[in-house]
T-cell receptor, first 115, second 116 residues
Framework: NAGVTQTPKFQVLKTGQSMTLQCAQDMNHEYMSWYRQDPGMGLRLIHYSVGAGITDQGEVPNGYNVSRSTTEDFPLRLLSAAPSQTSVYFC??????????????FGPGTRLTVT | AQKITQTQPGMFVQEKEAVTLDCTYDTSDPSYGLFWYKQPSSGEMIFLIYQGSYDQQNATEGRYSLNFQKARKSANLVISASQLGDSAMYFCAMREGQGGSEKLVFGKGTKLTVNP
């Protein structure tokens, strides 16, 4: 199993550009989520999904879109990049809590810089 | 109000000693889960230990144990016999919500340094 994979590992964008961060998992997990990690802030939830076709907002959703067309993939789209979106982005997946403890498996992260 | 509070930005411990990392949480949901994750300098997030709100006993995983005091809403991580490789950021997290609205909320973390 590859677990949770994220691409790219590093990305530099100019203000106003758009891009998609890719996330895929091969563990057949229903639950997938995106977090951003900023210094001194811990991880903050951006969007999450409990299954294909179902997404919902987390704590800091503004400026980001998601979709979940398959169980395996959960891309995060930045619509118009801003310097405030400079961060490390983590994708995570898990079984739904009702089927176990629901511990999340994290991808390696994408370090995004917006200039 | 913060849902997860980690009051120790940094902690130091001597190798082979035990250390406790504090975590308090705030929820009105009777069903929730508490997690601890380790983030070494390489950046990956590593799951350490889990405690469910209905679990009667404190969780243990090897050198990690969770001191769960439900009435005080605390879930402290105890690392016994610290090793140099335990130096890392440690995050406490809480899963709350049910029926498709489950969310994981993280604290701001504690940086643990193990001295030789």
């Amino acid at each position: 199993n590859a677990g949770v994979t994220q691409t790219p590992k590093f990305q530099v964008l100019k203000t106003g550009q758009s891009m998609t961060l890719q996330c895929a998992q091969d563990m057949n997990h229903e639950y997938m989520s995106w977090y951003r990690q900023d210094p001194g802030m811990g991880l903050r939830l951006i969007h999450y999904s409990v299954g294909a076709g179902i997404t919902d907002q987390g704590e800091v959703p503004n400026g980001y879109n998601v979709s979940r067309s398959t169980t395996e993939d959960f891309p995060l789209r930045l619509l118009s990049a801003a310097p405030s979106q400079t961060s490390v982005y983590f994708c995570a997946s898990s079984y739904l809590p009702g089927t176990g403890m629901g511990e999340q498996y994290f991808g390696p992260g994408t370090r995004l810089t917006v200039t | 109000a913060q849902k997860i509070t980690q009051t120790q930005p940094g902690m130091f411990v001597q190798e082979k000693e035990a250390v406790t990392l504090d975590c308090t949480y705030d929820t009105s949901d009777p069903s929730y889960g508490l997690f601890w994750y380790k983030q070494p300098s390489s950046g990956e997030m590593i799951f350490l230990i889990y405690q469910g709100s209905y679990d009667q006993q404190n969780a243990t995983e090897g050198r990690y144990s969770l001191n769960f005091q439900k009435a005080r809403k605390s879930a402290n991580l105890v690392i016994s016999a610290s090793q140099l490789g335990d130096s890392a950021m440690y995050f406490c997290a809480m899963r709350e919500g049910q029926g498709g609205s489950e969310k994981l909320v993280f604290g701001k973390g504690t940086k643990l340094t193990v001295n030789p």
